[in-house]
Each structure stands twice: as C-alpha cells, then as structure tokens.
C-alpha cells in the first residue's frame, strides 16, 4: 500500500504525507443509488456528459472483479463521478483550488476524527493525522477518493451532483445528517469517523485502479 501511494504521488508530483483507516459500517436505512455521474457546483448535468460519463464507466471485463479501472483524462476541475466498486460507491472528485484551499486551512483541532488509521486510509501504512494531504492521490491535492458510504449507519451521501454538499461543502448524509467537508472528513453530525479511503492507484496519465 505504501508503494501504492507512492506511485500516486510520484505521479502527480511530490507526496506530502501518509493518512489512515476503516472498513465501511454497513446496516440501518441504506440508500445506495449506484450510479456514474459527474457534476460540477450547481452546473446540470445534460446529455452532453454523458458520452464522458460512458466513457469513464469501468470495462465489463473489470466490472465483475476485484479492481475497478477508470480513464479520469476528461474530468474537469470540480468535477466529481461516482463508481462502483465491489458493491461500494467510491466517490472521484477533482476538487477546485477553493475546495484544496478550505480543506487544507481545517486544523487538525476542528476535526471530530482527527486521525486516520491504516484500515480507514489504506493508502498509508500508519495511522496519520487527518490532514487534507494524507488524504488524497496527489501532493497538489486535486484528487480526492473516498467511500461514498456515511460511518454512521451505511447511507449514501448527497453532493456528487453539486447539490446537497452540506455546512462544509463535501458532502451531506441526509439520514440523520452528518455533514462531510471537502476532504471527506466528518465535521458535524452522529457519523462517527471520516469517510473511509479504497486501495488505488492513480497513474501520471490519469488511469485510476482501485482495489488491489
Ligand atoms: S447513516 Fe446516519 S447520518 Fe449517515
């Protein structure tokens, strides 16, 4: 895992920091909507996105097994898609300068889960403070992927179509309202711990494998 996050760093240029871990909790009222969209901010999403939707759709060769492989060449910044992933919704976002920038001025004092462990961010090896920059794919912090799965009860959070992002911008669990910033770390609500991070790696070219 750790050469995994190297090879997403070196990729995208520089690594900053390792991050953390968790197995998505599953039962209660689950709302999984499975489903590959992309938004940007409020921005509608018409029959224009879709031929780039289509396009970043994992192949059926690699939909049945245990990795996921996405081309994410076409995404815009702001952009975010969801994929599916061994029955789990993993939640892409290219993330805006102002989303890096809110998500990096949090200090680590504000955060309700304010660490990471290695089976909640399996990215990193160690269990590391919940910085923005031990948890995402590349030093400048464009690319965020996390779990679309709420740690409270197992509903899927809202705002992967730029509505319904929630008090801190990333995304908001309507169930019983946990509200998730911009780096997927939980800031106000029952859910108890940051939303988890899958195994990936992201190639300079913009391939995305997650799993192992
Ligand atoms: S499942 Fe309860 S707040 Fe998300």
Redesign the pocket.
Known sequence: MAADRKNAAARAGADAQPARSGAP?GG??RDFLYYATAGTGAVAMGAAVWPLINQMNPSADVRSASKVEVDLSGMIPGQRITVKWQGKPVFVWRRSAAAIAAARAVPLADLVDPSDSETENPMNSVSLPALDENRVADAAGEWLIVIGI??????V?LGQNGGAVGDFGGWF??????HYDTSGRIRK???PRNLDIPPYTLDPDLRLVIGR
């Open positions: 909790s209660g009222r709420c740690t409270h009860l197992g509903c959070p669990c309507a169930c019983h309202g946990s609500g029952p859910a």
